[in-house]
């Protein structure tokens, strides 16, 4: 973790601001990550944590992940009833509390076109073993984290020039052995931007693990605080080795931001 005395001094700071967002990844941040990516679930002491600052006053958790919306609330076992607010695929798609349902960034005109594609992509790599395509809202993403150097390979050679032919306007995105392909530009900035803006926060907290998480990480203000659960190259002020650091990190800032409402 970074030097605790510089940590716990950000900490203290983001504990007195008046309006404080909370906006995390999910997938490597507070869920490991897994083979089966839908039964994926938060660390308890994560969840916790989450929940601790949820109920606050004056403090916004949002879930930000690549995921498409209706698939981050089955792995984050979010309910209506829920506090979180949640941006999927990217920040294309929203779910915020109290209103009537999943609200999109955008309407998604090519769906037509999206499942062409997907299928296509499915069948180019049906007989790589490992390599499996996930259909999302407004584009695929092709999974290679079971499969073996050439399989993997060949899968994202075959679906890139399928993309590139195709659907050259649509964005591409690799991850953690992924590779996401989507119609809409959208990146996790947007969302951190949306959501700041819609909550009024006078500063942000971002945590993410994935280099899809760097747009927002990059994005922040001065003020803000991104944390990079791992170790690589980062926009990130601070590092924490994994997601039970980082959720200790998370109900700290909890703890102290709790004091200083009593």
Not at 137 to 166: M, Y
């Amino acid at each position: 973790m970074t030097g605790q005395v510089r940590l716990d001094d950000e900490l203290e700071r983001l504990a007195r601001t008046e309006r404080l967002l909370v906006a995390l990844d999910v997938d490597g941040t507070l869920a490991p990550l897994g083979d089966r990516p839908m039964e994926v679930r938060m660390l308890p002491a994560a969840r916790q944590a989450v929940t601790a600052l949820a109920a606050l006053p004056g403090t916004t958790v949002a879930l930000v992940s690549g995921r498409t919306l209706s698939h981050l609330r089955v792995i984050t076992e979010h309910t209506d009833d829920s506090p979180l607010l949640l941006a999927g695929s990217h920040g294309a798609e929203y779910w915020v509390p109290g209103e009537d349902g999943p609200a999109a960034g955008r309407d998604d005109d090519d769906a037509a076109r999206r499942d062409v594609l997907t299928q296509r992509a499915e069948a180019l790599v049906e007989d790589l073993a490992g390599a499996w395509i996930e259909p999302k809202t407004f584009g695929f993403a092709v999974h290679t984290r079971l499969a073996g150097a050439e399989a993997t390979g060949a899968a994202q050679s075959a679906v890139d020039a399928l993309v590139a032919a195709e659907a050259p306007g649509w964005r591409r995105r690799t991850g953690r052995d992924v590779i996401e392909y989507a119609s809409t530009d959208e990146g996790k900035d947007t969302a951190v931007a949306r959501l700041r803006q819609q909550t009024r926060a006078t500063a942000v907290l971002f945590a993410g693990d994935d280099v899809t998480d760097e747009d927002a990480l990059g994005s922040l203000q001065p003020g803000d605080l991104g944390v990079l659960v791992g170790d690589r190259p980062s926009h990130a002020s601070v590092r924490v080795p994994d997601i039970p650091a980082f959720a200790v990190l998370l109900a700290r800032l909890a703890d102290l931001r709790a004091g200083r409402r009593n």
